[in-house]
Every structure is written in structure tokens, then in C-alpha cells.
T-cell receptor, first 112, second 113 residues
Framework: DTAVSQTPKYLVTQMGNDKSIKCEQN?????MYWYKQDSKKFLKIMFS???????INETVPNRFSPKSPDKAHLNLHINSLELGDSAVYFC???????????FGQGTRLTVV | AQSVTQLGSHVSVSEGALVLLRCNYS??????LFWYVQYPNQGLQLLLK??????LVKGINGFEAEFKKSETSFHLTKPSAHMSDAAEYFC???????????FGTGTSLTVIP
């Protein structure tokens, strides 16, 4: 069983479109994250949710909106996609003591 | 504030040689420290972690790391590199609160046959 799963794995879309990436974890964790990995492999946290509540909201354009329908799911919706949004987006979850973070396989978003 | 510095964005070693990837951290409280590996087009996989137990931590695939508080370091080593070790390696720190893992900028390991 996959611990943290993201869909889709690849997403190619045109500028101006709206798209969503879904994430689910079956680990029973309360905290989930979205990270963005740029072309230089740098991992930057975007959002953190704890038990469906937004905890961290880094400096991210408000075109990005996370939604957590329950603590096992954290989806990322992106409006009006721009070329600069092209990156790999990772979902992750952690246990309550933050002693380990589990990552999904990533979604490679390409905006053309 | 917490941060992680990985010295050397690219490291090349010969197959069979020692692998040493450097990580220094900054933390105002005792940290938890992690090494993750990312193979091409894949997610991050936990190699090993230090969570205030033994300072020498052994992980998967023959890797180990030593927590040195006096040097604020958590360097990753492997005695003998294998071709399959070629990947991106990330050091990370968490402090058990604050809801965040702080990642270094990554080190790309190349293994030369």
C-alpha cells in the first residue's frame, strides 16, 4: 500500500488554465504539506495543514489554494497557471512528533 | 530559527570509494535530523534519521551518519560507493514543533565507474 499518493504524476497544461493535484495519505498522520521543487532541485514549503487547519502558508501567490476535506487528504488547486509554475510538486505527511516525513512520488507540472 | 547547509551541490566519487556528503545545521533547540535520497523522477525516500538516541545512525543501503553537536554537523557516509547510489541527497531538520521540515539545497552524487 502506498503511504502518500499523489495524482496525477504528470500534468501538462496551457497558460491560463486551472488545475488540481490530489494527495492522500493512509498513515493516520495529522499533518500534511505541499512542497515545490524547482529546476535546481530546491525544496520549498508552500503549505502545511494540521488536522484540516492551515498552519503554514508561505509566500505563495494566491492563485494557489490548498484544500483539506479531511485529515487524510490535501489537494492543491492552481488558478490561471503561469510558465513559472512549472515544477515538481510534492505532497508529504508527518507524524505528530515530526520525527519522520513521508513523501509522495511528486507531480511534474509543465505549463506551456 | 532552523536551517540546513549542505556543502557541495555536486559530488563525484569513483565506484568503490568513500562517499561523504556534508550537512551542517542551525537550531536553537535539539533537532531531529534526516537524510533523504531522491532518485531521478521519483519522490524522496528516507535514508536515515537522528531523533536524540544514538549519535551514530545507520540507514538503508549501507549509509550512516553521525550527529556531532559540537560541530553542528550530520554528515552522511558510505564506505564504498555503488553505481546505484547516484542520486540527489537532501539533509533536513525538524525540531519537533512548528510543523515544518527544513531542507538543505541538496547534493547531487555522481558515481564514476
Amino acid at each position: 500500500d502506498t503511504a502518500v499518493s499523489q495524482t496525477p504524476k504528470y500534468l501538462v497544461t496551457q497558460m491560463g488554465n486551472d488545475k488540481s493535484i490530489k494527495c492522500e495519505q493512509n498513515l493516520g498522520h495529522d499533518t500534511m504539506y505541499w512542497y515545490k521543487q524547482d529546476s535546481k532541485k530546491f525544496l520549498k514549503i508552500m503549505f502545511s495543514y494540521n488536522n484540516k487547519e492551515l498552519i503554514i502558508n508561505e509566500t505563495v501567490p494566491n492563485r494557489f489554494s490548498p484544500k483539506s476535506p479531511d485529515k487524510a487528504h490535501l489537494n492543491l488547486h492552481i488558478n490561471s497557471l503561469e510558465l513559472g509554475d512549472s515544477a515538481v510538486y510534492f505532497c508529504a505527511s508527518t507524524n505528530e512528533r515530526y520525527t519522520e516525513a513521508f513523501f509522495g512520488q511528486g507531480t511534474r507540472l509543465t505549463v506551456v | 530559527a532552523q536551517s540546513v547547509t549542505q556543502l557541495g551541490s555536486h559530488v563525484s566519487v569513483s565506484e568503490g570509494a568513500l562517499v561523504l556528503l556534508r550537512c551542517n545545521y542551525s537550531s536553537s533547540v535539539p533537532p531531529y535530523l534526516f537524510w533523504y535520497v531522491q532518485y531521478p523522477n521519483q519522490g524522496l525516500q528516507l535514508l536515515l534519521k537522528y531523533t536524540s538516541a544514538a549519535t551514530l545512525v545507520k540507514g538503508i543501503n549501507g549509509f550512516e551518519a553521525e550527529f556531532k553537536k559540537s560541530e553542528t554537523s550530520f554528515h552522511l557516509t558510505k564506505p564504498s560507493a555503488h553505481m546505484s547510489d547516484a542520486a540527489e541527497y537532501f539533509c533536513a531538520v525538524s525540531v519537533g514543533t512548528g510543523n515544518q521540515f527544513y531542507f538543505g539545497t541538496g547534493t547531487s552524487l555522481t558515481v564514476i565507474p
